[in-house]
């Protein structure tokens, strides 16, 4: 008998697991593949690595006026493949580590959730006070004609793929979407991204979406672009009432994701639009059943999936704790970074909400411009108008990627204008944009 | 007759009249050579921009395990000091348009400050309400015999430089000398860094100051070596009680800074060591007359001079504030960067505080394994032991100038290890290793 059974291995399952274990709980996790999940093995870690590696080849490449001129530059598929594997297996290696540092029992093989809440794993069957499904979820594949095409791939066939292609079509602009094609289309790889909404990102702010697609020169992107059948390497789409079609080597299908249902399709959870409905502490309609992660639909993120983790494992052991999420940050990662925590300006104006807005060109910033000279980049910041409780912060350029985790803590400590004045940021760094873009709203006070 | 009359341009000086400016005060800005001061035109931001030229030299070199081979690649220096110059030039303009948009009369020249306040620049005399002296610092030469050579250059003589020398020998391993020991050193200079102390880098945890200089392989550096004489190009040195000596084309010597205080020395201004007195609130002993930045001494930093020019223009205004200094971060950013903020695990004890200390390997976080391998990376966290406050985060090791600016918004909100806890941070990400430290910290409990 278990204090806790997990189900799924990746960033929600895990984290959970290694916090209970922790706290000295009896745990079980269940993985039917590999423990990392999606994210570390087919999802976000390998493509940061292979982004890296684009980003390498374009410093090689681009350098020249920094004073670095390079002979023969070549980029290596096969090489930063391999360097992609190391990475996976070195990082899963960390979390068998960490589980077996924390006294989970980790059990290889396909779960299956009874209505008792007790889980079948081939021929046993396993017990414990709370459950917790971390089931994760899988490429979305809309019901196109033509979808089941040999060409047609998933973001998971690409990180496998051996030879660059000489072209590639992306369905759908979102995080997925447009990281793939910066990353090909960095290489060589001729890419098109046929997008449904009028801009890409739909999560972004939309001046600094557009500015992150304006910086991909070579890719052709169509927005308001249906796609309405696919024929062997065609995609066909409609675009401005008219019927166009692209060719290509492989086609990625990148449109969303839907939740992994079948190991506990029987066991009575209530759904809701696909995904396990859950309360703020991690809670199913059923009793000392709980899920985290992409399974909930709530904030497909690893990172959120951690954090529901946690807190499923605290509601367990009777402390409190709940999911908050307005101080999520998201990351892209493409050649030209963004990130975002919080409410944009569009979003805070939809909701009728009274703020003031900050900006900050990012050339403006002596590190800046040192390191990317007029590059785009951009800092905004969304504050309240009447409390100056800072609401929202978003990047696009420089390693806004690691800019952002700064950024949630203001934002999950509801700090306000005034405060942000009196950090220190060191000069000169990019971090300082934070402070300026604060500095350039205009409370309409002489505020120093 | 202005308001204020700020002496000196610098990152305290600048930022102090464009906040002044900003609130309708009429302002005078004194400046001797340049608007930017010593950080902008010869100090932090031309280092830094010839650093990351360094850096991306080293990409180019040691990108084939991530997949990016060149054929051959080559730094030169003179095109790295012409992209520099540019860097330079265009925050200069920069500043200068700031100072028009916000209303600052500049006026370029040599000020001497008078007993009641007024400065004299050249034939004309200006006198405002309020005086802020913003003069700052010059490298300091020891007294050592040889100092005359004219193979002795200071920081600025180096950045100015028109071919790489064959050699250099640095005299003092703080902030400045590691950072062109890293610099030369990369691009293929013999570099040999002589230190009074046991240790390079005094301001960090020892453990850490030791990884950043283990990590200049290419350096000879002379620990617990105290300089005694220079003759021609060759420094004579004591290290174990053995006089010992090193030859090289250029002697850098970087030891310190010195006030600059020549503009005021006859106005009765409080000294202690050789700066001016100052209180929390930047007042000197005389008064409506302030200093800010180095010329105080007391945190010569870009960043703390900026925060200081904001508390005087505060203080003048008749708005609460005063200078702290417990979350000042500083940033090094030699190859491997480090930086921090507040107290050092070494420093509290010393202090007698009873603390909880939290590490995290930096190979264990995905992004970095996936962007630097095995390489050298440590995050510390430094907590409170009663109230759990955060009290120091250090950083060695990846992008650790970008992440310290989300470190000191925690040091200076005084958020606690829960509160950490519950932030959430992207991944992958490297900012994540500061929540990975904290949950490092065993506070004895099983707080998940």
Known sequence: MYDIVILGGGPGGYVAAERAGRMGKKVLLVEKERLGGVCLNHGCVPTKSLLNSAKLYLHALNSENYGVTVQGAEFSLEKAMKWKQNVVNTMVGGIEFLM????????????????????????????????????GSSPFLPPVPGIESSTVITSRDLLQMEKLPGSLTVIGGGVIGMEFASLFSSVGVTVTVIEMLEEVLPMMDKRMAKMVRASMEEVDFRLSSRVTRIKNDRVFFEQNGKEQSVQSDYILVAVGRKANVESFKNAGIAMGRG???????????????????DVTGKSMLAHSASRMGEVAVNTIAGKKDRMR?????????????????????????????????????????????????????????????????????????????????????I??????????????????????????????????????
Chains 1, 2 share one sequence.
């Open 100 to 135: 077996k540092e924390n006294g989970v029992d980790v059990v290889m093989g396909e779960g299956t959730v009874h209505a008792d809440g007790s889980v079948s794993v081939g021929n046993e069957t396993y017990k414990g006070n709370s459950l917790i499904i971390a089931s």
């Open 275 to 293: 995904f396990v409905m859950v309360d703020e502490r991690m809670r199913t309609n059923l009793p000392n059943i709980y899920a985290i992660g």
């Open 411 to 448: 934002i999950e400590s509801e700090l306000r204008i005034q405060e942000i004045k009196e950090v220190i940021y060191p000069h000169p760094s990019l971090s300082e944009v934070i402070r300026d873009a604060v500095w350039q709203i205009n409370q309409g006070g002489n505020d120093a």
């Open 325 to 409: 999420y307005n101080a999520i940050p998201w990351a892209l990662y493409t050649t030209l970074e963004a990130a975002g925590c919080g409410l944009t300006e569009d979003a805070a104006k939809k909701e009728g909400r009274s703020i003031h807005v900050g900006k900050y060109q990012m050339k403006n910033n002596s590190r800046f411009y040192a390191e990317h000279g007029k590059a785009a980049g951009l800092c905004k910041i969304v504050a309240d108008a009447d409390t100056g409780v800072i609401l929202g912060i978003h990047f696009v350029g420089g390693v806004s990627s690691e800019l952002i985790g700064g950024a949630a803590v």
